[in-house]
Nanobody
Framework: QVQLVESGGGLVQAGGSLRLSCAASGIIFRNRAAGWFRQAPGKQRELVAR???????NYADSVKGRFTISRDNAKTTMYLQMNSLKPEDTGVYFCNIQGILKDYWGEGTLVTVSE
């Protein structure tokens, strides 16, 4: 059974940093596309950052230069380092991994950035 569990969210002031983690069980990230998405109140879920099957890194324009996606050597945990946070970064952050037949999602972790 595949399970993704996000952690690391919280309340931070603008300009601060947070590091999100996504721990996987039942699946590993190696050779699979995976990423972080976020959903702000009243808005659709959007892609924040992703790692492709070829290990290329892609970022939303709004987070380029501030966020960094990575995964550990054992390929069981994925991270999102978020620096210079802005109030518009507020939302629930979800990790995602592409399986063979379906995508898998965690339940999300809330990030709140105050002025």
């Amino acid at each position: 059974q595949v399970q993704l569990v996000e952690s690391g969210g919280g309340l931070v002031q603008a300009g601060g940093s947070l590091r999100l983690s996504c721990a996987a069980s039942g699946i590993i990230f190696r050779n699979r596309a995976a990423g972080w998405f976020r959903q702000a109140p009243g808005k659709q879920r959007e892609l924040v950052a992703r790692i492709t099957t070829g290990d290329s890194l892609n970022y939303a324009d709004s987070v380029k230069g501030r966020f960094t996606i990575s995964r550990d050597n054992a390929k069981t945990t994925m991270y999102l380092q978020m620096n210079s946070l802005k109030p518009e970064d507020t939302g629930v952050y979800f990790c995602n991994i592409q399986g063979i037949l379906k995508d898998y999602w965690g339940e999300g972790t809330l990030v709140t950035v105050s002025e």
